[in-house]
């Protein structure tokens, strides 16, 4: 058998060489590569459903903080129009409001309960109102800042009507203001139930 030249054999193992090189390129980088890809997909998969679970979350913290907030609200509202009249709160509450002030509340006249007339709508109220009658004394700045404070009470209520009367300087007494006024409490009015089947 005849010897292969020395040409001949470096052909040979360059083309040896370059077999094996794309053997290893196809068998060991291209599948690197492949699951490179597959993990870049999973990368970009859970990037999403991470900024979906952040977005969610967000919108839930959103929610319970809006649920706290509607609590304080709800909680506001029942003070200002609770479910009963509650007339001693009511009471201390105007007479705390005509000491702040500095006039003589002598007299408080309660009235009595009802609903209020229809709305322009012809829808009725979901609130009773409660009327009371005052009396009270002062001097006119004090009077003023008794009407003033009047508007900022805790409870829902409303000053439907005011009157003055000037009474002046006696030998024995200063000059003060005399004043009747009417406020409306509001009251939550009873839930009612229709009979079943209706």
């Known amino acids: 058998m ?33 699951e490179a890809s597959a993990v870049d997909a999973q990368i970009a998969t859970a990037e999403t459903e991470l900024q979906t679970a952040q977005a969610l979350l967000a919108r839930r913290q959103s929610v319970k903080a809006q ?23 009511v009471i201390i509450e105007l007479q705390n409001v005509a000491n702040a002030a500095g006039v003589d509340l002598p ?3 309660v009235g009595t309960i009802g609903a209020p ?4 709508d012809g829808s009725t109220p979901s609130y009773n109102v409660l009327s009371l009658t005052i009396g ?23 000053v439907t009507a005011m009157s003055f009367a000037y009474s002046p300087e006696v030998d024995d007494q200063d000059a003060f203001i005399s004043a009747s006024g009417t406020i409306e409490v509001y009251v939550m009015a009873p839930a009612t139930t229709s009979p079943a089947g209706q």
Not at 117 to 120: E, F, Q, S, V, W
């Open 2 to 34: 005849k010897r292969l030249s020395a040409q001949m054999q470096m052909y040979i193992a360059i083309g040896f060489i370059a077999v094996v090189a794309i053997a290893f390129v196809v068998l060991a980088i291209l599948p690197k590569f492949q």
């Open 67 to 89: 649920a706290a907030v509607n609590e304080v609200e709800l909680m506001q509202i029942a003070n200002q129009v609770p479910d009963s009249p509650q007339l001693p709160s």
């Open 136 to 158: 009270y004394t002062g001097q006119w700045s004090e009077v003023i800042d008794f009407c003033r404070r009047l508007n900022r009470l805790d409870r829902g209520t409303r």
């Open 107 to 109: 007299t408080i006249s």
């Open 117 to 120: 007339p229809p709305a322009a």
